[in-house]
DNA sequence: TAGTTGAGTGAACGGGTGTTCACACACTGT
DNA sequence: ACAGTGTGTGAACACCCGTTCACTCAACTA
């Protein structure tokens, strides 16, 4: 019936959506989302900032969107990797070449969820550490199918996935606090996750109680 | 010659100074070091806005002084934790007591630096993170020493202490979000501390290259 | 004791902030 | 073809921000 060139009404406003999430990453990727203003996204953006409000509430709310879309990424990551029939022949080197991979293709969002974090409001605090923990849940079931673990209590299990996690997300802060075009370093950070998961898989044999 | 019962200029002006990182710190446990002004800083400290410059050249001055002050909080907390020798005999439950007991006491100062390590601005994150790479630096002085461990390569040693010093953070950033009053939650980061150390030395003894 | 020093004051400034409102005008369903 | 819906506009508001300046007056020095 309609679109001869134009744009539908629908399609223009996620269009901005977009450019005021887009805005905020750019932005937040300097300075910290948390210091950004509602008037320097709009702006940012292409738009007035009473505009702001047509898509979201508070600039909490546009974060709480932002973690999500954040989240998406990471799951996509690791959709993507189990794809890969070298994960399951190589597991550690595989997972250190992802992380270290998609962490630079996607720096932005993975710097936005490892700065708000800690850093963010309360809400978007606790948004990333709900979506953490379900990541951490979901490694867990993975980690369970493993030799050394499969008879392991869930709890040990658990706190295995824990273990990993943070060192994920302690070396995708290092690669995100990676200046550009040094790989170099880039390696040695690749190199130091290869390593701290095959000493953490070591002690899975001798592991008690 | 003088102080009959009044404070010398010198104590007056660091009794300031004092009031001052108090208040950002306090102010900060809230909502973040970034986002509070020197003029919120200036009247919880008592003191008109105009006044803060008689001690910092801007909040980021302050800020780096808080992080100053936090270490030597870190530094006591180790050097205090050495002298006591339960901690050669029962190494990984004293480091587990010690690092939940220490940052419980001192929460103020590990939350602003677990906070600002990677929230902060440019130059309060680089002098964290630099703190942050002594420390290791220490650590791996002292794991150096330890039996399956000592004739390692210098590389290895440092990834171990990074390793742990990484897990140190991420659990002192637990026990800083730690409700109050809850002593269950923190017998159980506690013991999940206990149990992720202990795996990691597991792996030591069949460790190579 | 008289003069100097400097921590703290209070007012003022220019500028950025979130939020509101009536309004314009292109896409929409009838 | 027409009325309606709703995204984006531009101006206005009251507020908080960092920074400056001339000032006071207690603690200091000589």
Do not use: C
Request: hydrophobic share 45%; charged share 25%; no cysteine.
């Amino acid at each position: 019936m309609n679109q001869p060139a134009a744009l539908t009404r629908q399609e223009q406003k996620e269009r901005t959506r977009a450019a005021l999430l887009d805005a905020a990453l750019e932005l937040s990727h300097q300075s910290g989302f948390a210091q950004i203003s509602l008037r320097q996204v709009a702006k940012q953006a292409g738009v007035v900032p009473a505009a702001f409000y047509r898509h979201f509430a508070s600039m909490d709310e546009l974060g709480l969107a932002l973690v999500e879309r954040s989240f998406a990424t990471l799951r996509r990551m690791i959709r993507d990797a189990q794809r890969d029939p070298d994960v399951f022949t190589h597991i550690i080197d595989a997972a250190a070449d992802v992380l270290v991979e998609t962490v630079k293709v996607n720096k932005t969002h993975f710097a936005f969820v490892a700065r708000e974090r800690v850093g963010g409001s309360r809400a978007v605090r606790e948004a990333i550490n709900h979506e953490l923990d379900l990541f951490v849940s979901e490694l867990a079931v993975v980690l369970a199918r493993l030799p050394n673990i499969e008879n392991w209590s869930s709890d040990d299990v658990h706190m295995v996935a824990r273990l990993f996690v943070r060192n994920m997300v302690a070396n995708a802060e290092e690669v995100v606090e990676m200046p550009d075009g040094r790989p170099d370093l880039e390696a040695q950070i690749k190199e130091g996750a290869r390593r701290q998961m095959r000493l953490i898989v070591l002690g899975f044999e001798k592991w008690r109680s």
